[in-house]
């Protein structure tokens, strides 16, 4: 099988920064896709192809990628972004379609 | 603006057969360019991929549920549909349909989800 890993839990305060990692095999080969999930709703796309921003989604929030590890930035953290955060990608054989990270639950102290 | 819509059964006994329907309005499933995905997330768990089905009506399942899983669409009523049999206790979870975009052969992710439903798998 095809996994994506991120870390169960990322805590800063309010102000600072927040780094949530995503590593992978594929994904030098594979842009990576970010998901904020606040309790209740469905998920909204916050980054895509590893770096590009939907528009209306906040510029506090970045995406890079180097080798098989991608890294979700979000500068100056308010209390609203406190959420779940998932990567997703895919596999570079096609094998398993769309793959999801374990989720990583942010927590704004 | 596109919005999706679940609709289906809250509740399905083990061993039965779960069916769910994603309505697309303000946009169409026959139009090129966009996969059609259900999306699953047990209660208090992560999200798991189950399958899309592209505009073309080409299918790809996730490996883990390929036995058990139909994805299919019917353009006249602009929906596509999920039937996922065998259920068990383990397929309890938050059902999400999504859009997926594809531009020059890249995607640009899901862009549009449903509100979810919740199925229960139980006698």
């Known amino acids: 099988s095809y996994e994506l890993t991120q870390p169960p839990s990322v805590s800063v305060s309010p102000g600072q920064t927040a780094r949530i990692t995503c590593s992978g095999d594929?994904?030098?080969?594979?842009?990576a896709y970010w998901y904020q999930q606040k309790p209740g709703q469905a998920p909204v796309l916050v980054i895509y192809k590893d770096s590009e921003r939907p528009s209306g989604i906040p510029e506090r929030f970045s995406g890079s990628s180097s080798g098989t590890t991608v890294t979700l930035t979000i500068s100056g953290v308010q209390a609203e972004d406190e959420a779940d955060y998932y990567c997703q990608s895919a596999d570079s054989s096609g094998t398993y379609g769309r793959v999801f990270g374990g989720g990583t639950k942010l927590t704004v102290l | 603006q596109v919005q999706l819509q679940e609709s289906g059964p809250g509740l399905v006994k083990p061993s039965e057969t779960l069916s769910l329907t994603c309505t697309v309005s303000?946009?169409?499933?026959?139009?090129?360019?966009?996969?059609w995905s259900w999306i699953r997330q047990p209660p208090g768990k992560g999200l798991e991929w189950i399958g899309y089905?592209?505009?073309?009506?080409?299918?790809n399942y996730n490996p883990s549920l390929k036995s058990r899983v139909t994805i299919s669409v019917d353009t006249s009523k602009n929906q596509f549909s999920l039937k996922l049999s065998s259920v068990t206790a383990a397929d309890t979870a938050v059902y999400y349909c999504?859009?997926?975009?594809?531009?020059?052969?890249?995607?640009?992710?899901?862009?549009?989800w449903g509100q979810g439903t919740l199925v229960t798998v139980s006698s």
């Open positions: 089905i592209y505009y073309s009506g080409s299918t």
């Open positions: 594929a994904l030098p080969k594979q842009y």
């Open positions: 303000g946009g169409s499933v026959s139009s090129g360019s966009y996969y």
């Open positions: 999504a859009r997926e975009l594809e531009l020059l052969s890249l995607s640009e992710g899901f862009d549009y």
